[in-house]
T-cell receptor, first 113, second 107 residues
Framework: EAGVVQSPRYKIIEKKQPVAFWCNPI?????LYWYLQNLGQGPELLIR????????DSQLPKDRFSAERLKGVDSTLKIQPAELGDSAVYLC???????????FGQGTRLTVV | GDSVTQMEGPVTLSEEAFLTINCTYT??????LFWYVQYPGEGLQLLLK?????DKGSNKGFEATYRKETTSFHLEKGSVQVSDSAVYFC??????FGKGTRLHILP
């Protein structure tokens, strides 16, 4: 069974440019998470979806970040415009109903120059 | 609010040494607790978990016991190997992670 798939793996953009990350969760997993991981730090939750509904987006900087999960499967996280401080690894994870475990993708490493 | 505190690294040990990485948490109720591991160049993987008080999670020789009286979930291994070198994260539910502890095992 395929794991959580994220693309791209790496992205370098200039500041003020937009960027988008894509995540395909494990089939059947209704919960999807986006995390931000800075170097030397643990993952920090940005947004959590239950199916297509964002149930926790309190940590998402809504002035520049947006996310969607149309049809409750794939998800896209967007930053517009990107700032130097957005350089980090963006992780996607998913879990199945009632499960205590989240499965993580490889992440997208963003570098803003 | 809910939080996780784990010991800062890096932790450097010789092969076959005993390992303890401390983790304490603050939360209402009795949340599920996890240890995740991130090997060099790889994504986060669940190492072990415990879903209620006094549960012991175990995997790959690692163990952690959910202690509600001390709000702790310390990770232990009796004899570490070079291949255990990685970053270890303690987590609360699936949402709140500690800062991670980098472990180096010397041959």
């Amino acid at each position: 069974e395929a794991g959580v798939v994220q693309s791209p793996r790496y992205k370098i953009i200039e500041k003020k440019q937009p960027v988008a990350f894509w995540c395909n969760p494990i089939s059947g997993h209704n919960t999807l998470y986006w995390y931000l991981q800075n170097l030397g730090q643990g993952p920090e939750l940005l947004i959590r979806y239950e199916n297509e509904e964002a149930v926790d987006d309190s940590q998402l900087p809504k002035d520049r970040f947006s996310a969607e999960r149309l049809k409750g499967v794939d998800s896209t996280l967007k930053i517009q415009p990107a700032e130097l401080g957005d350089s980090a690894v963006y992780l996607c994870a998913s879990s199945s109903p009632g499960s205590a475990e989240a499965f993580f993708g490889q992440g997208t490493r963003l570098t803003v120059v | 609010g809910d939080s996780v505190t784990q010991m800062e690294g890096p932790v450097t040990l010789s092969e076959e040494a005993f390992l303890t990485i401390n983790c304490t948490y603050t939360a209402t109720g009795y949340p599920s607790l996890f240890w995740y591991v991130q090997y060099p160049g790889e994504g986060l993987q669940l190492l072990l978990k415990a879903t209620k008080a006094d549960d012991k999670g175990s995997n790959k020789g690692f163990e952690a016991t959910y202690r509600k009286e001390t709000t702790s979930f310390h990770l232990e291994k009796g004899s570490v190997q070079v291949s255990d070198s990685a970053v270890y994260f303690c987590a609360l539910y699936k949402i709140i992670f500690g800062k991670g502890t980098r472990l180096h095992i010397l041959p």
